[in-house]
């Protein structure tokens, strides 16, 4: 079955980075989109990057230009480079894929942004 599995997350203070990993299985990783998403609490989950079969990318105004979505479809893993992280920026993030007709999600990793 698919199986997306996080990790990364962790404690960053304002201006820091963190890279965030997915490691993908039970489907031909390279032939899907994948995205990150995140939630904070008390708050919708949220798109914040996306990247095609053909590595084409997107991302929302608010994380343009500091987060980079990348993927490695040798080793079956998608990457999240964050920099110059906000506190805004805390959250679970989680890995998406939409195999099967219908969204996988991992079990999510937290981020903290705090000084």
């Known amino acids: 079955q698919v199986q997306l599995v996080e990790s990364g997350g962790g404690l960053v203070p304002p201006g820091g980075s963190l890279r965030l990993s997915c490691a993908a299985s039970g489907f031909t990783f390279s032939n899907y989109s994948t995205s990150w998403y995140r939630q904070a609490p008390g708050k919708e989950r949220e798109l914040v990057a996306f990247?095609?079969?053909?590595?084409?990318?997107y991302y929302p105004d608010s994380v343009k230009g500091r987060f980079t979505i990348s993927r490695d479809n040798v080793k079956n893993m998608v990457y999240l480079q964050m920099n110059s992280l906000k506190p805004e920026d805390t959250a679970v993030y989680y890995c998406?894929?939409?195999?099967?007709?219908?969204?996988?999600w991992g079990q999510g990793t937290q981020v903290t942004v705090s000084s």
């Open positions: 998406n894929a939409f195999v099967n007709s219908r969204p996988n």
């Open positions: 990247i095609n079969s053909a590595a084409s990318t």
